[in-house]
């Protein structure tokens, strides 16, 4: 069966060789700084995609976590709008389930999915929130089945995720 991994180049999204700033769990780019727990770096491949500010795949399955904040010219959409945003490019979207939690003293939405990529059957965990004037949104990707292998790393990187005042 095919991998995350294999189809992640087949999303035109390009890997870049340069990767952001992130120090100590703290992560910088114009206007805005934000916190998180980055995985293991033996466990995970820091790889930098151009549609998030930090990202990773498992070395042992080509699951993926990505962290992204938007700070301008987003408007104010709904958090279910922001949603739906992240799951262009993945076909047969079925929703199994959507709550609302609090993240970094925000309204937070998460939101699970099973769809296809490129004919690949996946299970997406999203979580997306707006703070300061940026949204930041956390996304998890791994073959159906097989997401509770990863589960903990990305738990983790959304506990972590603390944003610093807005530069």
């Not at 790889?47 to 699951?63: C, F, T």
């Not at 700070?71 to 992240?86: A, I, Y």
Request: hydrophobic letters at 45%; proline letters at 3%.
């Amino acid at each position: 069966m095919p991998t995350v991994r294999a189809s992640l180049p087949q999303l035109s999204v390009l890997l870049l060789a340069g990767c952001a700033s992130l120090a100590g769990g703290l992560f910088r780019k114009e206007g805005v700084a934000y916190r998180v727990v980055a995985p293991d770096e033996h466990a995970w491949r820091r790889v930098q995609l151009s549609e998030n500010d930090l990202a990773w795949i498992a070395r042992d399955s080509g699951d993926m976590l990505a962290v992204n904040a938007t700070c301008k010219d987003f408007g104010d959409p709904s958090l279910e709008v922001l949603t739906n945003h992240l799951l262009i490019g993945f076909e047969d979207r079925e929703l199994v389930a959507q709550k609302t939690e609090t993240l970094d003293g925000r309204e937070a939405l998460r939101s699970t999915y099973h769809a296809k990529l490129d004919g690949v059957e996946v299970e997406l965990e999203l979580v997306v929130l707006k703070k300061n004037g940026c949204v930041h949104d956390f996304t998890f990707i791994a073959p159906r089945g097989t997401k509770d292998a990863h589960r903990a790393e990305f738990e983790a990187l959304v506990a972590g995720f603390r944003q610093e005042a807005r530069q």
